[in-house]
């Protein structure tokens, strides 16, 4: 593994724009750290700390920092689709569908392989806890909760699908295309908040994410040149809007709220994106010359090697500590108590630690695949890439919602009107890539893609 690191991190081509890999691995470790910091974890069940203590909430604003990865995925996603279609063999430049499927999959074989690699491991572990009559305390609030990390991958998943199209009205409109998914964004909370539209709000879910990944194609094209700005003016409407509008101060989603700037987003919460991508920009010098030095750049490239792994598995580590705790009669304190507060350094460090354990046994299903050039892509080959990243989405929201509790029982959600159950989920979302798959392989496009 170490000499790996070396291998990876010396070949590192000198134009390769390092901080956006630092951003990457800071932004998921900021998301597991506040998971863990804001579980409020007792014998009697799983509460949220910024419920305990809502003088903390406003660290949600610094702590809330999923736009900044999204934010990373445009950029990211920009550069590789454009090295696809520079890379088409000659004679190709109409094949669209091609670059659109060998795209589709080189992604999604990145996010899927650990992602699938997870759902099985727990539905197996679920259905054999269930069967054994288990599932109760905290072990059935573990099988409820341990898959909610997966909306995140269900709306990367959309931010790759969208990536073609989007990005062409990126580079014939620049900051407009911004404005309009902003305007959009704007529009649906009118019509939820003023005219009392009903369920007009989940389209945000489209508009803010998107909004927010555009972003990272106006980085890619050197667009975003004054973050001060940006994050003056993000910051001070964000703030605004909670004030005056009828948005909660906290970032992230709360237990019994009526309205949360999360889920669906809020015109608030791209405000918020928008100040947090404007200060890391403006971070972006500073960092990049740390970013020289040898120790530090081996240390990002290490850590971007697991850190999907280690994003998926986080909240197993920390419920398993909760476990550990529990079965050996150890005092889990009252929240946000002295005891409470002293006894965190112990759970992170646990739960640091046995993560740490969980990414040594899994961390080889996150290795990129390379993709050998074959035969021109069959015609039709980007609509079934498509439908296979639809089943894809919709098979990793339904189980991030449904969880693995209930297995026995027929448990479901509604997923956009629709009951899904985890083996529906899990389904799709097989189905999904294995569409994917099909539509991609052969494309005659060498789809090997870098980091992150």
Known sequence: MRSRVRELAGATPATRDRYVDLLRV????????????????????????????????????????????????????????????????EGSEGSGDSVYSAFLRARLQRLLRPTMVFVLVWGAAALLVQLLGGGGGLTGVTLRMVTQPLWFIGIYLAMVAFTPPLLKLHERYGWGAFAGLAGAALAVDVLRFAAGVPYVEFLNFAFVWLAVHQLGFLRADGRVRRPALLAGAGLVTAGALVAFGPYPLSMVGMPGEKVSNMAPPTLALLCHGLWLV????????????????????????????????????????????????????AELPEPASAGWWAQVPLRLALAAALT?????????????????????????????????????????????????????????????????????????????????????????????????
Not at 29 to 55: I, S
Not at 307 to 320: E, R, S, Y
Request: hydrophobic share 55%; with cysteine.
């Open 356 to 452: 740490a354990g969980l990414v040594a046994a899994f961390r080889a299903f996150e290795r990129p695949v390379s993709t050998a050039p074959g035969r021109p892509g069959a015609p039709g080959a980007g609509p079934l890439a498509a439908l296979g990243a639809t089943l894809c989405l919709l098979g990793v929201l339904g189980l991030s919602m449904v969880g693995f509790g209930g297995l026995l029982d027929g448990r479901t959600a509604l997923l956009i009107a629709v009951p899904v159950s985890a083996p529906a989920a899990v389904a799709m979302t097989l189905g999904g890539w294995l569409l994917v798959e099909r539509a991609g392989r052969g494309t005659g496009v060498r789809a090997g893609l870098q980091r992150p």
């Open 26 to 89: 800071a932004s998921l470790g900021a998301v597991v750290l506040g998971h863990w910091l804001m579980a409020a974890v007792t014998p009697d069940g799983v509460g949220n700390l910024l419920a305990v203590v809502p003088e903390l909430q406003p660290l949600t604003w610094l702590l809330q920092v999923m736009p900044v990865f999204f934010f990373v995925g445009g950029f990211s996603h920009a550069l590789s689709y454009r090295s696809l279609l520079r890379k088409r063999p």
């Open 278 to 329: 404007g200060a890391v920009e403006l971070l972006r010098a500073p960092a990049a010359r740390l970013l020289e030095r040898p120790r530090v750049w081996r240390a990002v490239v290490a850590a971007n090697g697991v850190a999907m792994t280690a994003f998926l598995w986080h909240l197993t580590a920390m419920f398993g500590v909760y476990g550990a705790l529990l079965a050996l009669d």
